[in-house]
């Protein structure tokens, strides 16, 4: 159905990713699961190569829904003032005034996120989950919606760190992008000869459009049975003898969420099991921490939510 026809939210949403496909070909699961968080209100984190379009995804998102874009580059020797902003002194009357720091925007984007030290990367942590940030003693609301893409480099990890459990935790979804398939590739060197994947790109929503979509899909229903599907699912996660670490309730809020989310973009009011199987495939993983002998026998935390998406009965 093509979107001249779609009406009220439909439109909105089709015209979205009609955006976002445009920016980063041939990658529609991926715009499909930004567009899912998004729309959850949750912050991604990206884990791929460089070069494969995160910038540029992040920004094609942020000019998409006219809001505004920060890009942070994460380094060792960054501060959290760096991030959050801090108090400059006036020596003309002796005053101090607030500057906001990067973080007071609409798409955050803090780039190779594990480079900089734990001390600045907790700074994202009310953020990430309140909306909120207290500096020098006063909290200052965010911007909203707020929405933080964090990326990392997964074949340089020397003079990184980690992100610890309790930060991976606070991101509703893990995307990876990978490299584009052929056809693909050639037809992103042909649109990007002469203008960038940006130029012309125009805003097809305005924040408070976002604002009402979100409020949407909150009002997606969950019924009861599928809701107790969903926490099994997320109890299996606990008790697995080859999980270190399973689902936090805060991950399973998150893929409850996460799912409404899925309903919503597939053009229903309620939740089938189907919706929380395909959320659960990025909001899961990332939450895990495998044992010790799970690794070295080859088992991965992807393979492990495929594995109990297939033993949890699902509901009739």
């Known amino acids: 159905m093509e979107a001249a ?20 070909r041939g990658k529609e699961d991926v715009v499909q699961r930004l567009m899912a968080a998004l729309l959850a209100g949750g912050s991604v984190l990206m884990e791929d190569v460089p070069g494969v379009g995160k ?8 000019r998409s829904v006219d809001g505004t874009f920060k890009r942070v580059q994460f380094t060792p020797d960054l ?3 760096d991030i959050l902003g801090s108090s400059i002194y006036n020596p003309k009357d002796g005053s101090f005034a607030f500057r ?11 780039d190779e996120i594990n480079r900089a030290s734990p001390r600045t990367q907790s700074a994202l ?8 940030s207290t500096i020098e003693g006063f909290t200052h609301p965010l911007p909203r919606p707020f929405m933080v893409i964090a990326t990392q480099n997964p074949i340089e990890y020397q003079g990184t760190y980690p992100l610890p459990e309790a930060q991976r935790d606070r991101f509703l979804a893990q995307i990876d992008l990978g490299y ?20 012309g790109l125009e805003p097809v ?14 009002q997606v229903q969950v019924e009861r049975s599928v809701g107790a599907y969903l926490v099994e699912l997320v109890r299996r996660t606990r008790e697995d003898a080859r999980l270190k670490l399973g689902v936090s309730p805060r991950g399973a809020l998150m893929l409850f969420r996460a799912a409404q989310a899925e309903a919503f973009l597939a053009g229903r009011d309620y939740v089938m099991p189907d919706d929380i199987g395909a959320a659960a495939r990025y909001v899961l993983p990332h939450r895990l921490v495998l044992e010790a002998k799970a690794r070295y026998d080859g088992h991965d935390a992807a393979e492990i939510i495929g594995g109990l998406l297939r033993t949890v009965a699902v509901p009739a």
């Open 5 to 24: 026809t779609l009406t009220g939210h439909e439109a909105l949403v089709a015209d979205l990713a009609g955006n976002l496909n445009r920016a980063l």
């Open 55 to 62: 910038t540029t995804l992040a920004k094609a998102l942020a």
């Open 79 to 81: 501060l959290p003032a």
């Open 100 to 110: 906001h720091g990067p973080i007071f925007c609409h798409i955050l984007l803090a």
């Open 125 to 132: 942590l009310e953020a990430m989950s309140e909306a909120q």
């Open 180 to 199: 584009p398939d052929a056809e693909a590739e050639i037809d992103m060197l042909y649109a990007q000869q002469e203008a960038d994947a940006l130029a």
């Open 205 to 218: 929503m305005h924040v408070e459009d976002l604002l009402a979509l979100q409020q949407a899909v909150r």
